[in-house]
C-alpha cells in the first residue's frame, strides 16, 4: 500500500512539474521573447566568424563600439547559452565572447578583440552572424555574409566585350513627376542576387532617398579613352537604383532626370527641400594608372589622402568660386558643427555597406571579382549642406577600359544599382553593420 502511495506522489509530482514547464513555456511566448539558443565560431576566409542561433526569428541588434569591444544588445530576447560560450574556442582577434542577461528581456552579447580588427555583422531570418579579422587582412569581410546563392537560379555569364557604347538611357522624366516603369530598362539576366537577410526586404516606413547623379549639361565630368561620358553613365545608374529602391518600398528621386547641369550647391538643397532622409551622389571614377579599378564610397570629410584630394579637385571643378572662402561654406567649419558628427557616423556606415553589397552582388550575380576599394573620406563639396546622411558612390573607373566596358552594360548597372540599393534597405532596416574597433 505504502509502495502504491509513493509511485502515486512520484506520478503528481512529474505531472506538476511538466505542467511548471507547461507553464513557463506559455509564458515566455505569451511575452514574445527569442530565446538564444545556439553559438558557434569557426574560421573562414581569414576571418572568424561566429553564428548566434535563435528559437523563431532573430530579434533586432543595436550595435555599440567602445574601444576594443563590440556590444551587440538585443531587446526581448532570453539567454539560454553559456556566458561564456565560446571559451577555450578563441582565436585571435577574438579575445574573450561574454553573453549576459539583465533579467528584464534583455541580452547583451559582448565581443573583446585584440588589435585593431575590421568586422561586419547581419542579422538574418533565425540567426545573428558577426565576422571579424584583423584590420586590412580581408579585403571585403562582408561579403560571405551578403551573399546567398538562391537554389534554382542559375548564374550568368559575364557580358561578352561590348562596343564602348552608352546603352539608351530610358526617356527622362520631370523631377516630380512619377518614375518610368522599370519595363523601360533593357531586360537583366536572372542573377544569384547578394542578400544579407532571408526576410522581406520592404523597408517600413517608406523613407526618401535623394539620387543625385553626377555632373550633366554642359559638365561632361571624366571622359574614357573611347568617349564615355560620365555624365551619361551617372545618370543611367541612377535611374536604375531609383527603380531598385522603389521595388523595395523606399521612395525615392533625383536631382536630374534628363542632362542639365545643376550647380553643386543646388544638388543637397533639392535634398533638403524635399526633406530626404539620405543623399546618394553617383560617379565614375578616373586614376592616371589605367590599371586602376573598383568601387569605392566617400563621406565628407577632410584629408591627407593625395588620390583622394585628386579626385575631390575633379569632382569640385563645378563648385562655385567663394566656396571654401570668406564669402562662401568654409568645410573647417562645417565639419566642427556638432550635429556633423552624427551624419558623418551614419554616413560612414552607409559607405561601408554600400562598398560591400555592391561587390558582393556583381561576385555572386556576375561573377566578377571588383575591387572593394574601401569607405573613405573627403572633402567633395556635392555633400556640402545636406541635412541627412550623404555619400558619393564613385561607381568605377572610365579610366580603365574593361570597367568602362562593363559599366556600359546595361546588366552591369542593374545589377551594380541592386547592390547600393540592398545596401540602403538594409541600413534602413539597421540589420547590417560593417565597421572597425
Do not use: W
Not at 569591444?69 to 526581448?76: C, G, M, N
Not at 575590421?118 to 562582408?142: C, F, K, Q
Not at 544579407?196 to 565630368?221: C, F, K, W, Y
Not at 545608374?237 to 545643376?262: K, N, P, Q, Y
Amino acid at each position: 500500500m505504502g509502495g502504491r502511495r509513493m509511485a502515486m506522489r512520484v506520478a503528481a509530482a512529474i505531472a506538476m512539474a511538466a505542467f511548471g514547464c507547461i507553464i513557463v513555456s506559455a509564458a515566455r511566448a505569451s511575452t514574445g521573447l527569442a530565446v538564444l539558443s545556439s553559438a558557434r565560431i569557426e574560421p573562414r576566409g581569414g576571418a572568424m566568424e561566429m553564428h548566434f542561433g535563435f528559437r523563431g526569428t532573430a530579434p533586432r541588434l543595436n550595435l555599440s563600439a567602445h574601444g576594443n569591444e563590440l556590444s551587440i544588445d538585443l531587446s526581448r530576447t532570453a539567454a539560454q547559452i553559456p556566458p561564456r560560450p565560446f571559451f577555450g574556442q578563441e582565436v585571435r582577434p577574438v579575445k574573450a565572447v561574454r553573453v549576459m542577461s539583465a533579467g528584464t528581456g534583455r541580452t547583451r552579447i559582448v565581443v573583446e578583440v585584440d588589435g585593431k580588427t575590421d568586422y561586419a555583422i547581419a542579422r538574418l531570418s533565425h540567426e545573428i552572424v558577426l565576422r571579424v579579422a584583423a584590420a586590412g587582412t580581408v579585403p571585403n569581410i562582408a561579403a560571405p555574409i551578403l551573399v546567398r546563392n538562391e537554389p534554382g537560379r542559375r548564374t550568368p555569364t559575364p557580358p561578352p566585350p561590348a562596343r564602348d557604347e552608352v546603352q539608351a538611357a530610358p526617356e527622362p522624366v520631370a523631377l516630380a513627376a512619377a518614375p518610368a516603369s522599370r519595363s523601360a530598362h533593357p531586360p537583366a539576366a536572372q542573377t544569384q542576387m547578394a542578400l544579407a537577410t532571408e526576410s522581406e526586404q520592404t523597408v517600413i516606413g517608406h523613407p526618401l532617398v535623394m539620387i543625385d547623379p553626377g555632373h550633366g549639361g554642359h559638365d561632361p565630368g571624366t571622359i574614357s579613352a573611347s568617349g564615355l561620358q560620365e555624365k551619361d553613365l551617372a545618370l543611367a545608374i541612377s535611374m536604375r537604383l531609383r527603380d531598385a529602391l522603389e521595388a523595395r518600398g523606399i521612395r525615392a528621386r533625383m536631382t536630374r532626370s534628363s542632362d542639365v547641369f545643376i550647380p553643386l550647391p543646388e544638388r543637397t538643397r533639392i535634398a533638403n527641400r524635399a526633406g530626404a532622409n539620405l543623399f546618394v551622389s553617383v560617379h565614375l571614377n578616373s586614376s592616371p594608372n589605367p590599371v586602376t579599378s573598383g568601387i569605392e564610397v566617400y563621406y565628407l570629410n577632410n584629408t591627407t589622402d593625395r588620390a583622394t584630394i585628386r579626385l575631390a579637385k575633379m569632382e569640385n571643378a563645378g563648385a562655385p568660386s567663394d566656396y571654401g572662402t570668406d564669402g562662401g561654406p568654409n568645410l573647417n567649419y562645417i565639419l566642427t558643427d556638432l550635429r556633423q558628427q552624427y551624419k558623418a557616423n551614419e554616413a560612414a556606415s552607409l559607405a561601408r555597406m554600400i562598398d560591400a553589397q555592391a561587390v558582393a552582388n556583381l561576385d555572386a550575380g556576375m561573377g566578377i571579382n571588383v575591387n572593394a576599394l574601401g569607405a573613405k573620406m573627403g572633402p567633395f563639396y556635392v555633400l556640402v549642406g545636406a541635412h541627412m546622411p550623404a555619400v558619393l558612390v564613385e561607381t568605377g573607373f572610365l579610366s580603365n577600359a574593361t570597367e568602362a566596358r562593363r559599366l556600359a552594360s546595361a546588366q552591369y548597372q542593374e545589377v551594380l544599382a541592386d547592390g547600393i540599393a540592398t545596401a540602403i534597405a538594409h541600413y534602413f532596416n539597421a540589420d547590417v553593420a560593417v565597421g572597425n574597433l
